[in-house]
């Protein structure tokens, strides 16, 4: 029987992978068969990618406590890039790329984000023309697309950031319950988006708590 982790002593929502890579390397984690290609991957597959993907944000100068806006919809690129810009140190703002291009330039810029992180290139066009307007340092795209090498803002693709991640080292950040982990932002339908402040002790809360709806947890037999 495989035996529950224990994540009481834990500060950082970021912190569990680590943890659940070590006690279910073999089980499945990520699976998503209408990805194309399909996506299946173990606790220990995930952690190694989460690495690679903060390690190339650090690379490319995200210090902690900067924020990321991450524009996309749910796949398995968009989890590799919301946990690993929370392993890399950083906060992030979230909202579907379906979002109005008004109300996503307005978080962007509301979050005081220094790296945008979109689904592909159709979303950084609807939004690029203001992004000239906020002081970005970084963009990557989640898509394999080529990204436009005359953009004076440095862009990158998923699979350049995990080559560049892959050549260094990811570079522990410590946080604490109380640091801000990500914002939430509403849809704005009677005025302009507000962001709900998360923790990482309110993130944790609700992985520490989930063994209290499901006593099972940890002992799936990974299929």
């Known amino acids: 029987m495989t035996t529950i982790p224990e994540y009481t002593n834990l500060t950082a929502l970021s912190e569990v992978w680590a943890i659940a890579a070590k006690k279910f390397p073999d089980i499945v984690a990520l699976h998503d068969p209408n990805s194309k290609p399909a996506v299946k991957l173990t606790y220990a597959e995930l952690y190694q990618k989460l690495q690679q993907f903060a390690a190339g ?93 005359d953009d004076p803002i440095k862009t990158l693709n998923f699979s350049q950031l995990m080559e560049l991640g892959a050549k260094n080292s990811l570079q522990p950040v410590k946080k604490n319950d109380t640091d801000l982990a990500t914002l939430i932002y509403t849809s704005g339908t009677t005025g302009q988006p507000k962001g709900a402040m998360l923790s990482h002790g309110n993130l944790l809360h609700q992985v520490k708590k989930f063994r209290c709806c499901d006593p099972t947890q940890g002992r799936g037999s990974g299929t």
Do not use: H
Request: glycine content about 4%; overall charge negative; charged content about 25%.
């Open 57 to 149: 944000l650090q690379a490319l100068g995200v210090s902690p406590d900067d924020k990321i806006s991450l524009i996309a919809d749910n796949s398995p690129r968009w989890f590799i890039a919301d946990q690993g810009s929370m392993l890399a140190g950083a906060a992030n703002a979230v909202r579907s790329a379906q979002a109005d291009k008004n109300e996503l330039a307005y978080i962007v810029r509301d979050s005081d984000s220094s790296t945008l992180i979109v689904e592909n290139q159709k979303t950084l066009d609807k939004i690029r023309s203001f992004c000239d307007e906020i002081p970005l340092q970084l963009i990557i795209l989640l898509s394999d697309e080529t990204p436009n090498r």
